[in-house]
């Protein structure tokens, strides 16, 4: 293919891509282990060979059960000229077979032929992983994104490509309901791009998936944050009572308590902060209008509330209802003016 054929010039440094912009070429690595994003990278490469190629020939291999010659076989010219795609799972527990014939393959690759390696993490196969990165081969790093910022970024981006409008707001929003997973979150957004007519707002992420636990508790947070002990309280009772963990209900509270306590110890722009602390400006200069309401004592008292509920909701109470709601209420009734 012409676009491996360019591949090979590159520099090690500079052959890293994404999921997003990869492009084929006669070897690609896709490596790391966020499993939902090495699958959307497949895909992506999957599409693009199709679509330069519609009688591309596909095969799958397990690089766990291989069996010596398997890729030859595979890559070699078919008698009507077919390109070949090869997809490799499971690399990172490859066999010495098939570690043997890869490094083998890599030193010829078939012009016609594009091998998709799919590594998923791990030492295992560090020999081969280290060629394909010396060759100039393209490669795809999916790492599990932990951080809201590189979340809402996720949602941002889906919604761009989509051709589609949300605010900030809202993709805050939706992180916060759907964000412990990166896959429910994708389809959130699927969901959303396709069901609505125009920008995307808080109030209808809230229709969709207000009622999950991850939403609730954030709501939770949200009002005792706010002083609105009340208001707090009974979103509280009502997602206990409906059989909500307390776990992530005070891990919300944590979330929202720690990003506060980073901002105020911050220093510079809401942008510069952002940037120091991996968030989104937005979210920092939200953070920084609640820190006005916090006294340090205020803050400290909440955090060590909140901690010991931690602890309480996770083993060490046999009333893990109320150790939840003496956090919510020493949280209300520390913001000033309370």
Request: aromatic share 4%.
């Amino acid at each position: 293919m012409a676009a491996a054929q360019t591949t090979r010039t590159r520099t090690p440094a500079s052959n890293t891509a994404t999921w997003r912009d990869v492009t084929p070429a006669e070897i690609v690595l896709v490596g790391g282990p966020e499993e939902y994003l090495g699958i959307r990278a497949m895909d992506h490469i999957r599409a693009q060979v199709r679509t330069a190629f519609p009688d591309v020939e596909v095969s799958r291999l397990t690089a766990g059960t291989y069996e010596t010659g398997t890729l030859a076989m595979n890559v070699s010219p078919s008698l009507f000229g077919e390109r070949k795609l090869i997809e490799v799972e499971g690399v990172e527990s490859m066999n010495d077979a098939f570690l043997a014939d890869a490094l083998t393959y890599l030193a010829r690759p078939e012009p016609d032929a594009v091998l998709v390696l799919r590594h998923a993490g791990g030492v295992r196969g560090k020999k081969l992983l280290d060629a394909v990165k010396a060759g100039g081969w393209p490669v795809v790093d999916c790492q599990p994104l932990k951080k809201d910022a590189d979340k809402a970024t996720f949602v941002a981006t889906e919604f761009r490509a989509a051709g589609r409008k949300i605010s900030s707001d809202a993709v805050q929003t939706l992180v916060n309901a759907v964000g412990a997973n990166l896959s429910e979150l994708a389809a959130a957004c699927s969901q959303l791009i396709a069901d609505a007519t125009g920008a995307v707002t808080p109030e209808m992420v809230d229709r969709y998936y207000g009622g999950r636990i991850e939403a609730t508790a954030f709501k939770v947070a949200d009002a005792a944050m706010a002083g609105n002990g009340p208001v707090a309280l009974s979103t509280l009772r009502h997602a206990l009572a409906t059989g909500a963990d307390p776990v992530p209900l005070v891990a919300a509270l944590a979330a929202k308590l720690r990003t506060v306590a980073k901002v105020a110890g911050a220093q510079g722009s809401p942008a510069q902060i952002a940037r120091e602390l991996g968030m989104q400006p937005w979210l920092v200069e939200q953070a920084q209008r609640d820190v006005r309401r916090w006294t340090p004592e205020g803050l400290v008292r909440s955090i060590q509330a909140t901690a010991e509920a931690d602890a309480q909701v996770k083993g060490l109470s046999r009333d893990p209802v109320y150790a939840v709601e003496h956090a919510v209420t020493v949280i209300a009734t520390s913001v000033r003016g309370h």
